[in-house]
């Protein structure tokens, strides 16, 4: 029994995992908590948690940012995190959907100025010939 427990884990952990991303605002946010020092600011409050959903579902990234990072810092975020060679992809939200797809917008101006949760969706290639006009 006890096997079985420990591999519907694993099974559940493979399906589902979460990864938690390496940013400045995190790395600020675990700096503050291991400083006993009061006078520091409390700048957390423009801390905002991206959860965001590979576009297989997989994985999910927990990102903290800045709300005067830009959409392009997430990118950056998340292609460090996914590899070398992504294929190019959206960044969505499903309610209301909208595409976060300026690059140097901040998440403020986007209205990701509380957490939320995003969905990456791989860009669709559309052939060339579509967009050509009949000959005839």
């Known amino acids: 029994m006890m096997l079985h427990l420990?591999?519907?884990?694993?099974?559940?952990?493979?399906?589902?995992?979460?990864?938690?991303?390496?940013?400045?605002?995190?790395?600020a946010m675990t700096?503050?908590?291991?400083?006993?020092n009061a006078d520091q600011p409390p700048s957390a409050r423009d801390v905002i948690t991206l959860k965001v959903k590979s576009e297989d579902g997989d994985r999910t990234y927990v990102v903290k940012?800045?709300?005067?990072?830009?959409v392009g810092h997430l990118r950056k975020y998340l292609d460090k995190h996914g590899g070398a060679g992504l294929p190019g992809y959206d960044i969505?939200?499903?309610?209301?959907?909208?595409?976060?797809?300026?690059?140097?917008?901040t998440l403020r101006s986007c209205g990701l100025?509380?957490?939320?949760?995003l969905l990456l969706r791989s860009r669709k290639r559309v052939p060339t010939a579509?967009?050509?006009?009949?000959?005839g």
């Open 6 to 27: 420990h591999q519907g884990s694993s099974d559940a952990q493979r399906r589902g995992s979460v990864i938690l991303v390496d940013t400045p605002a995190l790395q």
């Open 31 to 36: 700096d503050r908590s291991q400083t006993l």
């Open 65 to 70: 940012m800045c709300c005067s990072e830009t």
């Open 92 to 105: 969505i939200s499903a309610y209301p959907e909208r595409h976060y797809d300026d690059d140097s917008q």
């Open 113 to 117: 100025s509380v957490n939320a949760s």
């Open 130 to 135: 579509v967009n050509k006009p009949m000959k």
